[in-house]
């Protein structure tokens, strides 16, 4: 059983910054993909930012050179760093972990994985 856990949501203005961290209990990151996916009550879920095991990260278009996803060294701590927030990125975000038995890119199906239990997100203009 993976077990993950975020935090790091808030409100911020547009143009701040947030980092959320995702931690993880039960798995091993040298097979599993991991990756921060978010929603809003108007959207269909999306895939934000991805990780493969060696290490390779996806991005959305939309947050390209805005967000940064990284690692701690043991692999069991997922950040997302977020700067120049704006308006449209308020939603919950999640992480979500899944087997390597395919691609991992954040377009790529978690549906089978596990997940957190999602953090807020809110970006006032």
């Known amino acids: 059983q993976v077990d993950l856990v975020e935090s790091g949501g808030g409100s911020v203005q547009s143009e701040g910054s947030l980092k959320l961290s995702c931690t993880a209990s039960?798995?091993?990151?040298?097979?599993?993909?991991m990756g921060w996916f978010r929603q809003t009550p108007e959207k269909e879920r999306e895939g934000v930012a991805t990780?493969?095991?060696?290490?390779?990260?996806t991005y959305t278009d939309s947050v390209k050179g805005r967000f940064t996803l990284s690692r701690d060294n043991a692999g069991n701590t997922l950040y997302l760093q977020m700067n120049s927030l704006k308006p449209e990125d308020t939603a919950v975000y999640y992480c979500?972990?899944?087997?390597?038995?395919?691609?991992?890119?954040?377009?790529?199906?978690?549906?089978?994985?596990?997940w957190g239990q999602g953090t807020q997100v809110t970006v006032s203009s």
């Open positions: 990780v493969e095991p060696n290490g390779r990260t």
């Open positions: 979500a972990a899944k087997i390597q038995l395919g691609p991992c890119d954040y377009a790529s199906d978690y549906s089978r994985g596990y």
């Open positions: 039960g798995y091993t990151s040298s097979v599993y993909c």
